[in-house]
């Protein structure tokens, strides 16, 4: 069902969903920063884990928006094959956005430590360590994250693209609105 534009829900979750993916991928350099055993090392993994929950509860959130209301509907500037480059892009974010928690998850779990969220409350592993396991997934969880960077930069690209060169709505609809409080609505 498509629409006209993001709702400001849609758009605040897509500006926290950014800046999570971002901070979290910041967090991972504790490993280079910090040295093994020193309790900032394990604070910034304990808070990765945490904004990674976190993460999880947004990208659920939005991929239900997404479903419930649908897309935007493209401008009629766009090609054909930019809108196929579009949805695929899209696509592709979600299935990263979704993946790389879930990947996160049960690394954690793999490598023996139960889930928590800020200290609020604690998931235990539902199985037994394994460290082959844990460090195959910890790969591809790297590997995902590093795509998903790539893939965020090509889409602000497109989207600045659209913006400067084509000089089309792309951009503004996914930026908040500031509109004037009035008291009376206009008609």
């Known amino acids: 069902m498509p629409t006209v534009g993001y709702s400001s829900t849609q758009k605040s979750l897509h500006w926290a969903l950014f800046a999570l993916v971002v901070g979290m991928y910041l967090l991972t350099f504790g490993d280079d920063l910090f ?62 956005l979704v993946a790389i928690p879930a990947l996160g998850i049960l690394l954690t779990w793999f490598r023996g430590d139960a889930l928590t969220f800020f200290g609020f409350f604690t998931i235990p592993a539902p199985f037994a360590p394994d460290r082959g396991i844990a460090g195959s997934i910890r790969e591809v969880h790297g590997l995902c994250a590093n795509a998903i960077l790539i893939l965020a930069g090509g889409h602000a690209l497109a989207a ?8 089309d709505d792309v951009l ?4 908040p609105r500031r509109e004037p409080v009035t008291c009376f609505e206009r008609r």
Do not use: C, N
Not at 65 to 79: K, N, V
Not at 82 to 88: G, H, I, Q, S
Not at 160 to 167: E, I
């Open 35 to 96: 040295q093994r055993g020193d309790p900032d090392r394990a604070l910034a993994w304990r808070l990765h884990i945490s904004f990674g929950l976190l993460l999880t509860a947004l990208v659920l959130w939005r991929v239900a928006l997404r479903l419930a209301r649908g897309a935007p509907t493209l401008p009629d500037s766009m090609t054909g094959f930019e809108r196929a480059v579009a949805k695929l892009g899209h696509l592709a974010l979600y299935v990263l």
């Open 172 to 175: 503004k609809r996914i930026l």
């Open 160 to 167: 600045l693209w659209h913006h400067f060169v084509k000089k």
